[in-house]
């Protein structure tokens, strides 16, 4: 039971390129979701869903696309990269608890993102 | 809208010191709440959880009471090890995500 993985665990990008990560739950949760953590900062979210085939818009979507097209999977797109997205990248899954909220998230070990 | 408010860090203490990290928070119905712990260079871990008021939760000599008539769910544990040192993320449910203070930074001395 590998829980949350992360691919991959560091990347370095030129500005303007793209990227994809890759967030992996072997837990069947049927949420995910993509944060940001700048150095010194709390966690922002980015995007989650909350289900397969579904996505929604977090605190900070812009210049981000995901995909959750497998209920294990949610892929984070970088379409053009900028020096301002240079942050660590973390995913998480949870499931809904008894009371019908979301319950304990489960977080990767995070992807470390460098754009130069 | 719900949010989550922590005392600003860092905490800095003596090994073997008592430890309290504040959480208030606001929402509209019956949140669960959460305490994570981040240690350097690693994701987020649960530490410890209540679902209901009055609930205590516990781990690894820490615990939190969720305390509704406060709004509060502070975090404490009797006798702090350096061990300890990492930043603490208090954190309640929404409806389809959790909401997270912004973290406090405790570091332990010897």
């Known amino acids: 039971n590998a829980g949350v993985t992360q691919t991959p665990k560091f990347r370095v990008l030129k500005t303007g390129q793209s990227m994809t990560l890759l967030c992996a739950q072997d837990m069947n949760h049927e949420y995910m979701y993509w944060y940001r953590q700048d150095p010194g900062m709390g966690l922002r979210l980015i995007h989650y869903?909350?289900?397969?085939?579904?996505?929604a818009k977090g605190e900070v979507p812009d210049g981000y696309n995901v995909s959750r097209l497998k209920k294990q999977n949610f892929l984070l797109g970088l379409e053009s990269a900028a020096p301002s997205q240079t942050s660590v990248y973390f995913c998480?899954?949870?499931?809904?608890?008894?009371?019908?909220?979301?319950?304990?998230?489960?977080f990767g070990p995070g992807t470390r993102l460098t754009v130069l | 809208g719900d949010s989550v408010t922590q005392m600003e860090g860092p905490v800095t203490l003596s090994e073997e010191a008592f430890l309290t990290i504040n959480c208030t928070y606001t929402a509209t119905g019956y949140p669960s709440l959460f305490w994570y712990v981040q240690y350097p260079g690693e994701g987020l871990q649960l530490l410890l959880k209540a679902t209901k008021a009055d609930d205590k939760g516990s781990n690894k000599g820490f615990e939190a009471t969720y305390r509704k008539e406060t709004t509060s769910f502070h975090l404490e544990k009797g006798s702090v090890q350096v061990s300890d040192s990492a930043v603490y993320f208090c954190?309640?449910?929404?409806?389809?995500?959790?909401?997270f203070g912004t973290g406090t930074r405790l570091q332990v001395f010897p």
């Open positions: 954190a309640l449910s929404d409806t389809d995500k959790l909401i």
């Open positions: 869903s909350v289900g397969e085939g579904t996505t």
């Open positions: 998480a899954s949870s499931y809904r608890g008894p009371s019908g909220r979301t319950d304990t998230q489960y």
